[in-house]
C-alpha cells in the first residue's frame, strides 16, 4: 500500500507538471539555445548552464550553474550512465553532421533537447512529490491537530509533520515517547489517549493515530460576560460590632480577661513594690494620662477608676482589627429575597465566616479579607438558593458579578467583562469555582478584564485578576489522578481495616455487660428498654434482650458497612444506648474513644479523597494558557497591547496574607509568560508600563479614596507614578498579529510552527 501511494503521488506530479508546463521567456530562450550549432559538444563538455527555473528573468537565461558532462554522468551511474550520457552523445553528433546537412542534424539536436528537459524533470518531479507532502502535512494538521479556535496541538502537529509515516502501533508511542524536542508535549499526551487507542489498533499508521485521538485534544473555549446592566445590583454594609451576632457574646470580653488577669498577676508577683509594678502596667498609666481630664498619672495608685480605664484599653485594643459584620444589598429591577441571619463576619487577623440563614457555610480556604468575605458570601447566597435572582425568574443572573470588587482600587476604562477558559471536552465535570462563572462546570481558569488606556496613548486589553480556583484547590488538595486513585484506595482500606481492629477490642466489653444483662421491669412487671420504644409484644425478659442483641449487631454492621458522618452518628448512638441499658460504666465507654479516633481517622482520609480536585490540564501553567487566549482576543479586537496588573493592585485590593502568592504569579509568572509569547511570535515585551492616571482615576467620584487619600487631593506626578497603575505589556506589533493569525498559537506551552500551506497550484516543475 505503501508503494501504491508513492506511485500516485509521483503521478499527480507529473500530471500538475503536464498542466503547468509553460515555458517562461528565459525558458524559451534556452530551449533554442539546445538547437544551435555547438551546443551539443559543449554539453557534452560540462559546460553548457542548467535548465533555468521560472522566476529567473530573460537576461540571466543562461546564468545557471554547468550541467555535468558525458563523462560525470557516466561516473554517476543509474539513470545517468543509461540515459542522459547517451542523450548528450546524440547532441554532440548532431553538431558534428550540422555543417553537411543542417535539416538532418535537427533531429539528434531535438533529442538532445528532450535529455535536458528530462534532467529538470525529474528534479522538479522530486519536487512536486515534496511539495505534494507538505501539503497533506498542512492538511492533516488543519484537520486532525487545529481546534476550532485557532489553537494547535504541538503533539499532533510534531506527530503529523515530524514522525516516519512508515511507522506502526507501538512504534509511534515509543516515537512520541522519545521526542519532546520535536515538540511532542508529555503532558499533552496524558489526555490524548494514544495508547489505549494503539492497544485497541495495533497496526495503526502514524495519520489513523493523528486522526484517531484528535477528539481528545483539549479543546479550551471562552465564556464571555458583559457588564450590561439591567440585573440586580449586589452591594454591602459593613458594621464594626461589639457582640457577636451567632450567639450574642460579648467580643471585648477575651481581651478584658486577659488585661485583668496581666493586672492581677502582676501585683501578685510583685506583692507591694510600687515600682516594678508601675514599670510592668505602664502601658495603662499611659493610657490613662491619655484620657485624663484630671491631671498627670504617674502611678496605678494614681487611677482612680481602674475598671474604666482598662476597658477604654481594651477597646482601643479591639478597634485596631474589630470584628466587622458584612451584610448584602441588593438594587435593581424586580424584588429578591435575602434570608435573615445571612452575613460574614470577623476581622483580617483571625478570617472571616460565611452565615446564610443562621448556618455556616464551608468555604474552600480562610478568608482574611473584607473583599474576598463580600464574594463568598454572594457567592453563598447564589448557591443556596433564588435569593440573589429576579423573583419569578428560574435563571440565574445575568451580566458580570465582580467588577464593584475591581473599582475599589482600580476604577475607569471600560468594556468590563468577565472571561472563563473552560475545558470543552473534559471527561467530568465540578463546581470549584467562583459562583456563576461557569455553570457548564468545566472550568479551568477565569480572567477580569476591561479596555483601559495606558499612558503612552495606546489601547490595551487590560487584565485586572486572572485566577484559577480549580488549579489553586489541586495543588493544595491534590488531583484525581490514577496514582492519587490508588493510593487513597490503599489509605483507604488501612484506615478500614485499623477501625476493624479497634471494634474486635471494644466486642468483649459488650460481650462482658450482655453475658449478664438483666432487662429493668416498670411498676407493671413489663421489660422495658431506656430512651427506646418497643412493640408491647416484646416487653418480656427474652424479647428485650433479642432487641438489645439486635442493636448490637447493627452497630457492628453499621462499623463495616457505613462511611463518613453517618458512621459516626451510629458509633454515638450505639454508645448512648449502651450506657442507657447495658449500664457501661464510665471507664468501660472510655475505652471506646480509641474507636472514635479510628471513624474520625477514616472519615478525614475519605474526605480528602472526596476534595481532589479533577485531572484537568494547565496545572502548572493555566496562566500561560489564558495569556495566550487573552492575546488571540486583543488580537481579535485590535487592540495595540495587552497589559496585567502587578501584584500591588491585587494585595490592596484583598489581603496580604497571600502576599508570597501574588507577587510569583504576577510579578514572576504571568510577566515570565507574557515574555517568552512576545519573543516566540515577534512582540515586544515591556515590564513596568503605566496605565494612564485619567483614564483609571478620571471617571470616577473626587472623593475617591485612593491608598488613604482623596483622589483630588494627589498631584498629577503622585498620581502618574502610583504603584497601583503599575503593569507588564505585550505590545501587539504587525508580524506578530501576522504570525500567530497564520500559524495560530500552540495549545500547551509554546510547541513548534506550523508549516506553511502550499496549494496545489504553487507546485511547478520549473520552480
Same mark, same amino acid.
Do not use: C
Given at each position: 500500500?505503501?508503494?501504491?501511494?508513492?506511485?500516485?503521488?509521483?503521478?499527480?506530479?507529473?500530471?500538475?507538471?503536464?498542466?503547468?508546463?509553460?515555458?517562461?521567456?528565459?525558458?524559451?530562450?534556452?530551449?533554442?539555445?539546445?538547437?544551435?550549432?555547438?551546443?551539443?559538444?559543449?554539453?557534452?563538455?560540462?559546460?553548457?548552464?542548467?535548465?533555468?527555473?521560472?522566476?529567473?528573468?530573460?537576461?540571466?537565461?543562461?546564468?545557471?550553474?554547468?550541467?555535468?558532462?558525458?563523462?560525470?554522468?557516466?561516473?554517476?551511474?543509474?539513470?545517468?550512465?543509461?540515459?542522459?550520457?547517451?542523450?548528450?552523445?546524440?547532441?554532440?553528433?548532431?553538431?558534428?553532421?550540422?555543417?553537411?546537412?543542417?535539416?538532418?542534424?535537427?533531429?539528434?539536436?531535438?533529442?538532445?533537447?528532450?535529455?535536458?528537459?528530462?534532467?529538470?524533470?525529474?528534479?522538479?518531479?522530486?519536487?512536486?512529490?515534496?511539495?505534494?507532502?507538505?501539503?497533506?502535512?498542512?492538511?492533516?494538521?488543519?484537520?486532525?491537530?487545529?481546534?476550532?479556535?485557532?489553537?494547535?496541538?504541538?503533539?499532533?502537529?510534531?506527530?503529523?509533520?515530524?514522525?516516519?509515516?512508515?511507522?506502526?502501533?507501538?512504534?509511534?508511542?515509543?516515537?512520541?515517547?522519545?521526542?519532546?524536542?520535536?515538540?511532542?508535549?508529555?503532558?499533552?499526551?496524558?489526555?490524548?489517549?494514544?495508547?489505549?487507542?494503539?492497544?485497541?489498533?495495533?497496526?495503526?499508521?502514524?495519520?489513523?493515530?493523528?486522526?484517531?485521538?484528535?477528539?481528545?485534544?483539549?479543546?479550551?473555549?471562552?465564556?464571555?460576560?458583559?457588564?450590561?446592566?439591567?440585573?440586580?445590583?449586589?452591594?454591602?454594609?459593613?458594621?464594626?460590632?461589639?457582640?457577636?451576632?451567632? &450567639?450574642?457574646?460579648?467580643?471585648?470580653?477575651?481581651? +478584658?480577661? @486577659?488585661?485583668?488577669? =496581666? $493586672?492581677? /498577676? *502582676?501585683?501578685? #508577683?510583685?506583692?507591694?513594690?510600687? &515600682?516594678?509594678?508601675?514599670?510592668?502596667?505602664?502601658? +495603662?498609666? @499611659?493610657?490613662?494620662? =491619655? $484620657?485624663? /481630664? *484630671?491631671?498627670? #498619672?504617674?502611678?496605678?495608685?494614681?487611677?482612680?477608676?481602674?475598671?474604666?480605664?482598662?476597658?477604654?484599653?481594651?477597646?482601643?485594643?479591639?478597634?485596631? /482589627?474589630?470584628?466587622? #459584620?458584612?451584610?448584602?444589598?441588593?438594587?435593581?429591577?424586580?424584588?429578591?429575597?435575602?434570608?435573615?441571619?445571612?452575613?460574614?463576619?470577623?476581622?483580617?487577623?483571625?478570617?472571616?465566616?460565611?452565615?446564610?440563614?443562621?448556618?455556616?457555610?464551608?468555604?474552600?480556604?480562610?478568608?482574611?479579607?473584607?473583599?474576598?468575605?463580600?464574594?463568598?458570601?454572594?457567592?453563598?447566597?447564589?448557591?443556596?438558593?433564588?435569593?440573589?435572582?429576579?423573583?419569578?425568574?428560574?435563571?440565574?443572573?445575568?451580566?458580570?458579578?465582580?467588577?464593584?470588587?475591581?473599582?475599589?482600587?482600580?476604577?475607569?476604562?471600560?468594556?468590563?467583562?468577565?472571561?472563563?477558559?473552560?475545558?470543552?471536552?473534559?471527561?467530568?465535570?465540578?463546581?470549584?469555582?467562583?459562583?456563576?462563572?461557569?455553570?457548564?462546570?468545566?472550568?479551568?481558569?477565569?480572567?477580569?478584564?476591561?479596555?483601559?488606556?495606558?499612558?503612552?496613548?495606546?489601547?490595551?486589553?487590560?487584565?485586572?485578576?486572572?485566577?484559577?480556583?480549580?488549579?489553586?484547590?489541586?495543588?493544595?488538595?491534590?488531583?484525581?489522578?490514577?496514582?492519587?486513585?490508588?493510593?487513597?484506595?490503599?489509605?483507604?482500606?488501612?484506615?478500614?481495616?485499623?477501625?476493624?481492629?479497634?471494634?474486635?477490642?471494644?466486642?468483649?466489653?459488650?460481650?462482658?455487660?450482655?453475658?449478664?444483662?438483666?432487662?429493668?421491669?416498670?411498676?407493671?412487671?413489663?421489660?422495658?428498654?431506656?430512651?427506646?420504644?418497643?412493640?408491647?409484644?416484646?416487653?418480656?425478659?427474652?424479647?428485650?434482650?433479642?432487641?438489645?442483641?439486635?442493636?448490637?449487631?447493627?452497630?457492628?454492621?453499621?462499623?463495616?458497612?457505613?462511611?463518613?458522618?453517618?458512621?459516626?452518628?451510629?458509633?454515638?448512638?450505639?454508645?448512648?444506648?449502651?450506657?442507657?441499658?447495658?449500664?457501661?460504666?464510665?471507664?468501660?465507654?472510655?475505652?471506646?474513644?480509641?474507636?472514635?479516633?479510628?471513624?474520625?481517622?477514616?472519615?478525614?482520609?475519605?474526605?480528602?479523597?472526596?476534595?481532589?480536585?479533577?485531572?484537568?490540564?494547565?496545572?502548572?501553567?493555566?496562566?500561560?494558557?489564558?495569556?495566550?487566549?487573552?492575546?488571540?482576543?486583543?488580537?481579535?479586537?485590535?487592540?495595540?497591547?495587552?497589559?496585567?496588573?502587578?501584584?500591588?493592585?491585587?494585595?490592596?485590593?484583598?489581603?496580604?496574607?497571600?502576599?508570597?502568592?501574588?507577587?510569583?504569579?504576577?510579578?514572576?509568572?504571568?510577566?515570565?509568560?507574557?515574555?517568552?509569547?512576545?519573543?516566540?511570535?515577534?512582540?515586544?515585551?515591556?515590564?513596568?508600563?503605566?496605565?494612564?492616571?485619567?483614564?483609571?482615576?478620571?471617571?470616577?467620584?473626587?472623593?475617591?479614596?485612593?491608598?488613604?487619600?482623596?483622589?483630588?487631593?494627589?498631584?498629577?506626578?503622585?498620581?502618574?507614578?502610583?504603584?497601583?497603575?503599575?503593569?507588564?505589556?505585550?505590545?501587539?506589533?504587525?508580524?506578530?498579529?501576522?504570525?500567530?493569525?497564520?500559524?495560530?498559537?500552540?495549545?500547551?506551552?509554546?510547541?513548534?510552527?506550523?508549516?506553511?500551506?502550499?496549494?496545489?497550484?504553487?507546485?511547478?516543475?520549473?520552480?
Amino acid at each position: 500500500m505503501q508503494a501504491v501511494e508513492r506511485d500516485r503521488q509521483k503521478l499527480e506530479a507529473i500530471r500538475a507538471a503536464q498542466e503547468q508546463f509553460t515555458p517562461t521567456p528565459a525558458q524559451s530562450a534556452y530551449l533554442s539555445a539546445m538547437f544551435a550549432p555547438g551546443s551539443g559538444i559543449v554539453d557534452a563538455a560540462g559546460q553548457f548552464p542548467e535548465f533555468p527555473s521560472s522566476d529567473v528573468a530573460l537576461v540571466d537565461a543562461f546564468s545557471g550553474d554547468p550541467m555535468p558532462s558525458i563523462a560525470e554522468n557516466i561516473a554517476a551511474g543509474g539513470i545517468d550512465r543509461y540515459l542522459f550520457a547517451p542523450l548528450q552523445a546524440v547532441g554532440a553528433l548532431g553538431d558534428a553532421v550540422y555543417a553537411a546537412n543542417p535539416f538532418i542534424a535537427s533531429l539528434p539536436k531535438g533529442i538532445a533537447t528532450l535529455g535536458a528537459v528530462a534532467r529538470a524533470a525529474g528534479k522538479a518531479d522530486k519536487k512536486g512529490i515534496k511539495a505534494l507532502r507538505a501539503e497533506q502535512i498542512q492538511q492533516d494538521i488543519n484537520a486532525f491537530a487545529r481546534d476550532p479556535e485557532g489553537f494547535v496541538s504541538p503533539s499532533l502537529e510534531a506527530l503529523i509533520s515530524k514522525a516516519p509515516p512508515n511507522l506502526q502501533g507501538k512504534q509511534i508511542t515509543e516515537w512520541l515517547s522519545a521526542n519532546a524536542n520535536k515538540g511532542v508535549k508529555p503532558k499533552e499526551l496524558e489526555f490524548l489517549g494514544v495508547d489505549e487507542f494503539i492497544a485497541n489498533n495495533p497496526n495503526a499508521s502514524v495519520r489513523e493515530v493523528a486522526e484517531g485521538v484528535s477528539g481528545n485534544q483539549v479543546m479550551v473555549t471562552k465564556d464571555i460576560r458583559y457588564d450590561e446592566g439591567g440585573s440586580p445590583l449586589v452591594s454591602f454594609d459593613t458594621t464594626t460590632v461589639t457582640k457577636n451576632p451567632t &450567639d450574642g457574646s460579648d467580643l471585648l470580653k477575651p481581651i +478584658l480577661d @486577659d488585661l485583668n488577669f =496581666e $493586672i492581677a /498577676d *502582676t501585683f501578685d #508577683v510583685y506583692e507591694d513594690n510600687i &515600682d516594678e509594678i508601675n514599670d510592668s502596667l505602664s502601658w +495603662l498609666i @499611659d493610657h490613662a494620662n =491619655e $484620657i485624663s /481630664d *484630671t491631671g498627670q #498619672v504617674d502611678s496605678v495608685d494614681d487611677i482612680v477608676d481602674l475598671d474604666g480605664v482598662v476597658a477604654d484599653y481594651a477597646m482601643a485594643v479591639y478597634k485596631q /482589627d474589630p470584628t466587622k #459584620v458584612i451584610r448584602a444589598n441588593v438594587e435593581g429591577p424586580g424584588r429578591v429575597n435575602l434570608p435573615e441571619n445571612s452575613y460574614a463576619v470577623g476581622n483580617k487577623e483571625n478570617g472571616f465566616k460565611i452565615f446564610v440563614g443562621g448556618e455556616e457555610i464551608s468555604t474552600e480556604a480562610p478568608i482574611f479579607s473584607e473583599a474576598e468575605a463580600q464574594i463568598q458570601l454572594r457567592n453563598a447566597l447564589e448557591e443556596g438558593g433564588d435569593y440573589l435572582r429576579i423573583a419569578g425568574e428560574a435563571d440565574p443572573l445575568s451580566g458580570t458579578t465582580y467588577k464593584n470588587f475591581i473599582d475599589e482600587n482600580l476604577p475607569g476604562g471600560n468594556n468590563y467583562r468577565e472571561i472563563t477558559f473552560n475545558y470543552e471536552n473534559a471527561p467530568d465535570t465540578h463546581q470549584l469555582t467562583h459562583s456563576g462563572l461557569n455553570p457548564s462546570g468545566n472550568y479551568i481558569a477565569h480572567a477580569l478584564v476591561r479596555d483601559r488606556k495606558l499612558a503612552d496613548g495606546s489601547t490595551s486589553l487590560h487584565v485586572d485578576e486572572l485566577q484559577s480556583d480549580l488549579h489553586q484547590k489541586g495543588s493544595r488538595d491534590g488531583y484525581r489522578t490514577q496514582e492519587n486513585e490508588d493510593l487513597f484506595k490503599r489509605k483507604m482500606q488501612a484506615k478500614e481495616e485499623q477501625l476493624g481492629e479497634q471494634v474486635d477490642r471494644v466486642k468483649p466489653i459488650i460481650e462482658k455487660y450482655m453475658s449478664s444483662y438483666v432487662p429493668k421491669i416498670n411498676v407493671e412487671g413489663n421489660s422495658y428498654l431506656i430512651n427506646s420504644a418497643i412493640p408491647f409484644s416484646d416487653a418480656t425478659p427474652e424479647g428485650v434482650k433479642k432487641i438489645v442483641q439486635q442493636n448490637i449487631d447493627r452497630f457492628y454492621d453499621n462499623m463495616k458497612n457505613t462511611r463518613g458522618r453517618v458512621r459516626e452518628t451510629h458509633f454515638y448512638d450505639f454508645l448512648r444506648f449502651a450506657e442507657d441499658n447495658l449500664g457501661f460504666s464510665i471507664a468501660d465507654s472510655d475505652k471506646f474513644d480509641n474507636l472514635l479516633f479510628a471513624i474520625r481517622g477514616a472519615n478525614e482520609t475519605g474526605e480528602k479523597y472526596l476534595d481532589l480536585a479533577p485531572n484537568y490540564p494547565y496545572k502548572d501553567d493555566w496562566h500561560a494558557m489564558s495569556i495566550k487566549h487573552l492575546v488571540k482576543e486583543a488580537i481579535d479586537e485590535g487592540k495595540d497591547t495587552i497589559s496585567v496588573s502587578t501584584s500591588t493592585a491585587i494585595k490592596t485590593r484583598y489581603t496580604d496574607q497571600y502576599e508570597k502568592f501574588y507577587e510569583t504569579l504576577y510579578d514572576q509568572k504571568i510577566p515570565s509568560a507574557m515574555k517568552k509569547l512576545a519573543n516566540k511570535y515577534g512582540g515586544k515585551f515591556e515590564k513596568g508600563a503605566r496605565l494612564d492616571a485619567n483614564d483609571t482615576f478620571g471617571k470616577v467620584d473626587p472623593d475617591y479614596m485612593i491608598q488613604g487619600e482623596r483622589y483630588y487631593d494627589i498631584d498629577a506626578e503622585t498620581l502618574n507614578n502610583l504603584p497601583l497603575t503599575e503593569v507588564n505589556i505585550i505590545r501587539i506589533t504587525p508580524d506578530m498579529k501576522q504570525k500567530i493569525l497564520e500559524e495560530g498559537l500552540p495549545s500547551f506551552r509554546m510547541g513548534g510552527s506550523v508549516n506553511n500551506f502550499i496549494a496545489p497550484e504553487d507546485i511547478n516543475i520549473f520552480a
